[in-house]
């Protein structure tokens, strides 16, 4: 068998061998049994499987099965783990870490999780927290809300401009709306986020710049024509810290996780020979 094809069968292999191995018994031989240190059950080719891993394998045996554990358990359990590392092993020899994408992504993934989790293992303290919170304040700021009246005349014709400038004019002046026109945004006190989802991009960038009391000028849409005024304007406000602490929590974790994973990666690369090609990046 070819190298790729043997590497897809080993592939396949691991996948099931969690269900194949169900069936399949250890031979156990208690007369070529080895003394081993206290914390090793068993070896592979001079790997050694601790207690920990083989116990809390067991345990998680122990879990799934609502009977308990048989009395063969512990033998099932020991040939698993043996099996798994014989598979990793072959794995390794063959290459697949930097054959197979999917094998290689977990191992990236799982590296870039630990350092993230060493970096995070320290919780950080109140004094941390506040002095984060005092310079990156606008980080946490909320943005301020609007009120607005809007209304869209459909049809994109010179008749429904000319009816969209007579809307506009009317806001303008106060006037109530003619009834007839298409109320998309409900006039309440809305964050940006909200009204961007009943006025589209285009007509929440109008609003925006539009001063308390202003009224937009008919906008265009493929639809027809939107008129704007706005009511209403909370300013942006920045929560007590008391209210955002969980969010502040969080941000330094992430902050403090990004630059240890930089200073990481930055050790890894003075400690390595790269070489890159020219042209190459």
Same mark, same amino acid.
């Given at each position: 068998m070819?190298?790729?094809r043997?590497s !897809?069968?080993?592939?396949g @292999?691991?996948?099931?061998?969690g269900?194949?191995?169900?069936?399949?018994?250890?031979?156990?031989?208690?007369?070529?049994?080895?003394?081993?240190?206290?914390?090793?059950?068993? +070896?592979?080719?001079?790997?050694p499987? !601790?207690?920990?891993? /083989?116990?809390?394998?067991?345990?998680?045996v122990?879990?799934?099965?609502?009977? $308990?554990l048989?009395?063969?358990?512990?033998?099932?359990?020991?040939?698993?783990?043996?099996?798994?590392?014989?598979?990793?092993?072959?794995?390794?020899a063959?290459?697949?870490?930097?054959?197979?994408?999917?094998?290689?992504?977990?191992?990236?993934?799982?590296?870039? &999780?630990?350092?993230?989790?060493? %970096?995070?293992?320290r &919780?950080?303290?109140?004094?941390?927290?506040? *002095?984060f919170?005092?310079?990156?304040?606008?980080? /946490?700021?909320?943005?301020?809300?609007?009120?607005? @009246?809007?209304r869209?005349?459909?049809?994109?014709? =010179? %008749?429904?401009r000319?009816?969209?400038?007579?809307?506009?004019?009317?806001?303008?002046?106060?006037?109530?709306?003619?009834?007839?026109?298409?109320?998309?945004?409900?006039? *309440?006190?809305?964050?940006?986020?909200?009204?961007?989802?009943?006025l589209?991009?285009?007509?929440?960038? +109008?609003?925006? *710049?539009?001063?308390?009391?202003?009224?937009?000028?008919p906008?265009?849409?493929?639809?027809?024509?939107?008129?704007?005024?706005?009511?209403?304007r909370?300013?942006?406000?920045?929560?007590? /810290?008391?209210?955002?602490?969980?969010?502040v929590?969080?941000?330094?974790v992430?902050r403090?996780?990004?630059? =240890?994973?930089?200073?990481?990666?930055?050790?890894?690369? *003075?400690?390595? &020979?790269?070489? @890159? $090609?020219?042209? &190459?990046?």
């Amino acid at each position: 068998m070819s190298s790729e094809r043997w590497s !897809t069968a080993l592939l396949g @292999i691991g996948a099931l061998a969690g269900l194949a191995l169900a069936a399949v018994q250890l031979v156990w031989r208690p007369e070529a049994a080895t003394a081993l240190p206290a914390e090793t059950v068993a +070896t592979v080719n001079g790997v050694p499987i !601790t207690r920990a891993e /083989f116990e809390q394998a067991l345990a998680g045996v122990a879990t799934d099965r609502r009977e $308990g554990l048989r009395a063969s358990d512990g033998q099932r359990v020991l040939a698993r783990l043996v099996d798994e590392e014989l598979l990793l092993q072959r794995a390794l020899a063959l290459g697949l870490v930097r054959r197979e994408a999917r094998v290689r992504g977990q191992l990236v993934r799982t590296m870039i &999780d630990t350092v993230l989790a060493e %970096a995070g293992a320290r &919780d950080p303290d109140e004094a941390e927290l506040r *002095a984060f919170y005092d310079e990156h304040r606008s980080y /946490f700021s909320q943005p301020g809300r609007l009120r607005v @009246i809007h209304r869209a005349v459909p049809g994109t014709d =010179a %008749a429904a401009r000319e009816q969209a400038v007579a809307l506009a004019a009317a806001l303008e002046r106060g006037e109530t709306p003619p009834a007839g026109n298409v109320v998309t945004a409900p006039e *309440a006190l809305l964050p940006p986020s909200k009204l961007a989802q009943y006025l589209g991009p285009t007509v929440l960038d +109008t609003a925006l *710049a539009l001063p308390v009391g202003g009224t937009s000028q008919p906008i265009a849409s493929t639809g027809g024509y939107h008129v704007v005024r706005v009511v209403e304007r909370e300013p942006e406000s920045v929560p007590p /810290f008391d209210v955002v602490r969980a969010a502040v929590r969080a941000e330094v974790v992430r902050r403090r996780g990004e630059a =240890a994973l930089r200073e990481y990666l930055d050790r890894l690369r *003075a400690e390595a &020979d790269v070489v @890159i $090609g020219e042209g &190459d990046g």
